[in-house]
């Protein structure tokens, strides 16, 4: 789903409906209030839902210090990792456009530069959902022999890394191992589902797989939520029948 390769995706869980970015930048100034020096806020103090954010760097703050290195690579703590961010404001920093994050830290202000809500960060084109059409075996992530009889049954839905595919192996995520979905060999120890990457070879590609219709729905994680080719040009993802924008680095 998104462009890191996890081994298993989690989604926050969320309750409230989407709204894109664009409407954040929409807000007309008179529905505005300056709370601080470049600190606004909306006057009816309505939370925004910017989108789940992953893998983008946070700067924190308490009591208006500087805490975390902001962009350390280093530093995991710095990143959003599959969050839904909502905001209720934004402020420039060094001017520099940031929004802050509501609720994203318990004990300190998280603020994330707004230029990572736009469609640059936005791109899910090099993700594609493929169907199986010939049972197979991928190969485990070390892309050893699967000791696990892993196989993928015809009619599975699977994510497709197309950045992979300049190699002769190509990562995949696989569907969820319940047989419902076409993927059988994984031990249910009866742990939250959710899809692995997995690898496979150029041939078992070509020959085994075939891209989806646009709304075939490759569902990732017990929640239900899902992909489709048409929701990943779109730039996002489906929880709890809301279509959410997602934005990486």
Not at 7 to 24: D, E, P, Q, R, W
Not at 62 to 75: E, I, L, M, S, T
Request: charged share 20%; aromatic share 14%; glycine share 6%.
């Amino acid at each position: 789903m998104f462009k890191s390769n996890k081994i298993i995706k989690l989604l926050t869980a969320a309750a409230f409906a989407a709204v894109s970015i664009g409407s954040v930048n929409a807000v007309s100034q008179a529905s505005l209030v300056q709370a601080s020096a470049f600190h606004y806020l909306r006057k009816d103090h309505k939370l925004v839902t910017l989108g789940y954010g992953e893998n983008l760097p946070v700067r924190f703050y308490n009591n208006g210090k500087h805490v975390y290195a902001f962009d350390d690579p280093k530093d995991d703590s710095n990143y959003t990792d599959h969050d839904l961010l909502k905001t209720h404001g934004w402020k420039y920093i060094n001017g520099t456009k940031y929004y802050k994050i509501y609720n994203f830290d318990n004990t300190l202000s998280s603020y994330i530069a707004a230029k990572y809500f736009t469609k640059k960060y936005n791109d899910l084109s090099y993700e594609q959902i493929y169907t199986v059409t010939k049972a197979f075996s991928p190969r485990n992530g070390d892309m050893q022999a699967s000791k696990t009889n892993l196989m993928l049954h015809p009619g599975a839905a699977i994510e497709v890394d197309m950045y992979s595919k300049d190699n002769d192996i190509v990562s995949i995520g696989a569907p969820l191992d319940d047989n419902k979905h076409g993927l059988t060999g994984f031990i249910d120890d009866g742990s939250f589902h959710a899809s692995a990457w997995l690898k496979i070879t150029q041939s078992q590609f070509r020959n085994n797989c075939r891209k989806a219709a646009p709304n075939t729905k490759f569902v990732f994680n017990d929640n239900g939520d899902y992909e489709t080719n048409a929701s990943l040009a779109r730039g996002g993802i489906y929880h709890k029948g809301h279509f959410y924008k997602v934005y990486t680095r």
